[in-house]
């Protein structure tokens, strides 16, 4: 007599609901290589445990205060999963979290990312973590886990999310922003790289509206294909925000230019009774903004709260610095724009002057 149950000739198994749990071993496989190119004092870099670890001794802090800041790259993964462009959005995925962290003075220390998709297919996978590695390369932070989640039934089969989560440390007497916020500091602005990783779901609707495909070219960069120019990665302004914070006493204040752009950012790091006066005619617009803005039709205040509009980071200086804090970031690479200064608030928290050349 059979002890087989007959019923287990048709029984089914997780990878026939759609969970391939041997793609999941062979995506850490592929992937061990970017995450230990990683590797800075205190941590290794390995992968395959319960939980990665940092010696904040090792990384040379005697009073620190940790920072955390998690986020996400938005519907710009519709345009990678569009057109099949996967290896910058980890770059994406590391730069809205660190920049979040350098605004506090924090240098970027580790990083954890979080892949979620209907069907693991590696390929892809391992291209997303090696634009992670990469984004965590050019911040100095250590990839130290991550976790990939295969959920079938929740997203459709070529769909796939990020979420990414970076903790990073200053010392007690550096953390930013000052107290010494005050009337007559300048305002300095850092060039983004393009529209960054906010505003999407604007954008796509712009070129649905379009007679412009995303594999044509860019009607505003000659030889780039409209899709490369908007897949173009988030600039991580770590390492030269580091090199000026350390170099010099005057950066008060930074502030990172993400969604709601200029006139949401800015007041969170402004004392009460404070305002920013922007010269919007000092602001450099790339093309890809006066596209989208003839294109869509969008009007400068509704650019101005979507959009960075060619300023990804702006920094409050004290007067007497500033020339020595754009010195250190020019030599750094960056490109550097006085914008304005502080003054009393009179009414709004933001005031724009002239206007944005569209």
Partial sequence: MSDRNPGQQNGLTYAAVGVD??????????????????????????????????????????????????DGVGTKLKVAIDTGRHDTVGIDLVAMCVNDLIVQGAEPLFFLDYY???????????????????GCRIAGCALIGGETAEMPGMYDKDDYDLAGFAVGAVNRDRLLPRGDVKQGDVLLGLASSGVHSNGYS????????????????????????LADVLMTPTRIYVKPLLKA????????????????????????????????????????????????????????????????????????????????????LETEGETVAELGRIEARTGATVVFDGALEI
Avoid at 61 to 67: A, F, G, N, T
Avoid at 116 to 134: H, N, P, Q, Y
Avoid at 202 to 225: K, T
């Fill in 116 to 134: 979620a998709c209907g069907a693991l297919d590696v390929e892809t996978a391992a291209s997303v973590v090696k634009g992670i590695a990469e």
């Fill in 202 to 225: 604007l954008v796509r609707r712009i070129v649905e509206r379009s007679s412009v495909a995303f594999e044509a070219e860019a009607p505003f960069a000659s030889g780039q294909a």
């Fill in 21 to 70: 749990i041997d793609a999941g071993n062979e995506l850490v496989r592929r992937i061990k290589p970017f995450v230990k190119a990683t590797a800075r004092p205190g941590a290794d870099s390995e992968i395959g445990g319960f939980g990665g670890l940092f010696d904040l001794k090792a990384a040379g802090y005697d009073d620190p205060i940790l920072v955390a800041a998690n």
């Fill in 245 to 328: 914070l350390r170099a010099t006493g005057g950066i008060k204040a930074l502030a990172h230019i993400t969604g709601g752009g200029l006139p949401e950012n800015l007041p969170r790091v402004l004392p009460e009774g404070s305002a920013a006066r922007i010269d919007l005619g000092a602001i450099s617009l790339p093309p890809v903004f006066r596209w989208l803005a003839r294109e869509g039709g969008v009007a400068e205040t509704e650019m101005l709260r979507t959009f960075n509009c060619g300023i990804g980071m702006v920094m409050v200086v004290a007067e007497e610095e500033a020339s020595a804090v754009r010195a250190v």
